[in-house]
């Protein structure tokens, strides 16, 4: 028996397993490249610029029909 579901606070997921989650279903949609880049920058988006660069880059995918 599960007490506490992968992901919730109480049991929550590493960075690598939120990555592969993300890619798992933005990879399909985006393209491999596309959706490791956009991981990569939220993963620092504490960063000062990336926030900025995030926005970006979510401009670039829906201008080049990724996305």
């Known amino acids: 028996r599960v007490e506490w579901p992968r992901g ?4 929550p997921m590493s960075d690598d397993e939120i ?17 490791q880049e956009i991981a990569a920058i939220v993963l ?17 995918a829906s201008s080049k029909g990724e996305g």
Do not use: I, S, T
Request: proline share 8%; net charge positive; glycine share 8%.
């Open 44 to 60: 620092a988006v504490d960063q000062p610029g990336r926030f900025a660069q995030l926005l970006d880059r979510l401009a670039v």
């Open 8 to 11: 919730c606070p109480q049991n």
């Open 19 to 35: 990555v592969a989650k993300f890619r798992e279903l933005a990879e399909p949609r985006l393209g491999r490249g596309a959706a």
